[in-house]
């Protein structure tokens, strides 16, 4: 069973499994129970959404976005936001994000300087990357062209940052990398399997 935990205002919430429209979560460490989008799951919290890899609630107003295999830790209005990851089966570690308010996935990545999108993920967050400055990045493949591009909001669990730099490669990049503009406004700390970031600025 994969168990992602949500803590929301001292309530903690587990996704142990997802079907079509339905998430069966775990309320505060009690027995699994099945709500189906639309559900009150307790109080203020009402389940939202569901996909293949992610389930989405509603907390006193704000979505939060649950992928399997990722903790998402709630801090107290006092304390600075947080997020844990946990580390996949390829010894990655994986964010659930939002991208100018688009959902997509993206992984962590210490190397690259600048948030790094593939062009058909850009064209569907809806940004123009041609208007872009254009450059020349170093790839797996290769010398790749890739445009400079700002994104206005980029959000990992409760942690939220306005304005990071990022680049588009139309090719030489099959997924989105999570890189060093957003997380050095972060600090990182390293617990064995799981990656804790908490927001610095």
């Known amino acids: 069973m994969i168990i992602t935990a949500l803590s929301a205002q001292a309530t903690d919430i587990g996704v142990a499994g997802l079907?079509?429209?339905?998430?069966?979560?775990?309320?505060?460490?009690?027995?699994?129970?099945?709500?189906?989008?639309?559900?009150?799951?307790r109080g203020d919290i009402r389940l939202t959404s569901v996909t293949g890899s992610t389930a989405t609630v509603n907390v006193k107003g704000k979505l939060e976005t649950i992928?399997?295999?990722?903790?998402?830790?709630?801090?107290?209005?006092?304390?600075?936001?947080?997020?844990?990851?946990?580390?996949?089966?390829?010894?990655?570690?994986?964010?659930?994000?939002?991208?100018?308010?688009?959902?997509?996935?993206?992984?962590?990545?210490?190397?690259?300087?600048?948030?790094?999108?593939?062009?058909?993920?850009?064209?569907?967050?809806?940004?123009?990357?041609?208007?872009?400055?254009?450059?020349?990045?170093?790839?797996?493949?290769?010398?790749?062209?890739?445009?400079?591009?700002?994104?206005?909001?980029?959000?990992v669990g409760d942690i939220e940052i306005r304005q990071v730099d990022a680049v588009v490669l139309e090719s030489g990049l099959s997924f989105a990398l999570l890189g060093m503009s957003f997380l050095n406004r972060t600090e990182m700390r390293r617990e064995g399997d799981m990656m804790v970031l908490t927001k610095r600025f």
């Open 19 to 41: 079907f079509p429209g339905k998430a069966v979560l775990i309320i505060d460490g009690a027995a699994p129970k099945t709500y189906s989008v639309g559900d009150n799951v």
């Open 67 to 155: 992928g399997i295999g990722e903790f998402v830790s709630r801090s107290a209005p006092s304390a600075n936001a947080s997020v844990t990851l946990k580390v996949n089966g390829a010894g990655h570690f994986v964010a659930q994000s939002q991208v100018n308010g688009g959902i997509m996935t993206m992984l962590v990545d210490t190397g690259a300087t600048v948030i790094a999108l593939p062009a058909s993920d850009a064209i569907r967050l809806g940004i123009n990357y041609k208007r872009g400055q254009k450059t020349m990045m170093n790839t797996a493949n290769g010398l790749t062209p890739g445009y400079r591009v700002r994104l206005d909001i980029v959000k």
